[in-house]
C-alpha cells in the first residue's frame, strides 16, 4: 500500500524485521510504497494489516491491497519443449529482490544452450542443473536472515533460530564464523560483499581469521579514522539526494498521479 512521503527523502529501501515477518518502505518521489511480507503461520490477515497501517511514515493513500504466494520451484524448469522462466519457474520471496536477475539469467542460460533439432537431452538436464542450483544459492543466501536474527519477540524468529537448514549454509556460517572465510559456490547470485554484510549483520562474528590484514595493521584504529573523515570530507560537498533529484530527474506531478 502507499503512503505520503514524510520526513527526509531517502535514497535507498528499507526492511524492518516485524513480528511475523518483515515490512518494506520504498521512497519514491510523490509517495512511498510499502508492504509487509508475513508468515500466515504466525498472523492472521487483519493483523498483519494493522502492523503495516500503524508503522506508515505517512498517511495511508490506499487500502491495503493482499498478495498471496507459495513458495518452491518446478522440478524441471525445462520439460519436454517448454521453458518455465521467472515466476512460471518457481519463487520464494521478495526480500533481496531477485526475480528480474533471475529471468534475465534464465533467457542468457537458455540463449546459449538453444536446441538444435536433435533436441539433446544433456542440454535439458544441465540447464536445470545450473536453474536449479542459482536458485537453492538465493534460497541459502535469503535463510541466512533469518535464521541468524537475534529477535525473540515473535514465534516466527524462534522457529528460524532452531530450524533445520541447508547444508551448504550451515557450511557457510561455520566456515566464517571460525576464519572469515566466506564461501562462494558455482552458480552464486551474491558476491562477496554481500554475504560479509549479512554475516557480520546478523553478529556471526568470526573468531580468527584466515589472512589477518597486513597494511595498516599497526595502527588501524586511526587508519581508519582517516578514511571515514575523508569519506565525509567528499560526501559533504555533494548534493543531497533530493537536490540530486530536484536538478535532474524530477518527475512530473501527472504523471506521479497517474502511476500512484
Known amino acids: 500500500m502507499p503512503c505520503a512521503s514524510a520526513g527526509d527523502f531517502l535514497p535507498y529501501t528499507r526492511s524492518t524485521a516485524r513480528a511475523a515477518g518483515w515490512q518494506w518502505r520504498i521512497p519514491l518521489q ?18 498483519a494489516a494493522a502492523t503495516l497501517l500503524a508503522n ?27 521453458v518455465a522462466i521467472g515466476l512460471s519457474s518457481g519463487f520464494l520471496e521478495p526480500l533481496e529482490s531477485t526475480s528480474l536477475h533471475l529471468i534475465q539469467a534464465s533467457i542468457l542460460r537458455l540463449l546459449a544452450m538453444f536446441p538444435d533439432r536433435s533436441f539433446d537431452p544433456a542440454v535439458r538436464d544441465e540447464y536445470n542443473r545450473i536453474a536449479n542450483s542459482e536458485l537453492e544459492r538465493v534460497r541459502d543466501f535469503l535463510i541466512l536472515h533469518y535464521h541468524r536474527n537475534r529477535r525473540g519477540d515473535g514465534e516466527l524468529w524462534r522457529y528460524c533460530a532452531s530450524m533445520s537448514i541447508p547444508d551448504t549454509l550451515s557450511e557457510s556460517i561455520e566456515h566464517f564464523h571460525r576464519n572469515a572465510r566466506i564461501v562462494q559456490r558455482e552458480h552464486e547470485v551474491f558476491v562477496r560483499a554481500s554475504w560479509l ?9 568470526p573468531e580468527a581469521c584466515d589472512q589477518p590484514p597486513q597494511a595498516h595493521a599497526t595502527d ?7 578514511m571515514r573523515a575523508t569519506l565525509h570530507a567528499e560526501a559533504s560537498r555533494l548534493p543531497t539526494h533530493q537536490q540530486y533529484i530536484e536538478s535532474n530527474c524530477r518527475a512530473e506531478e501527472s504523471h506521479a498521479r497517474t502511476n500512484a
Open 56 to 82: 506508515l511514515d505517512g498517511k495511508a493513500l490506499a487500502e491495503p491491497r493482499t498478495l498471496r504466494f507459495v513458495t518452491g520451484r518446478r522440478r524441471q524448469v525445462w520439460n519436454r519443449n517448454v
Open 197 to 205: 554484510a549479512v554475516q557480520v549483520g546478523q553478529l556471526n562474528l
Open 220 to 226: 588501524s584504529v586511526a587508519w581508519l579514522a582517516k
Open 30 to 47: 510523490h509517495r512511498i510504497g510499502n508492504g509487509y511480507v508475513y508468515s500466515s503461520n504466525y498472523i492472521d490477515e487483519a493483523g
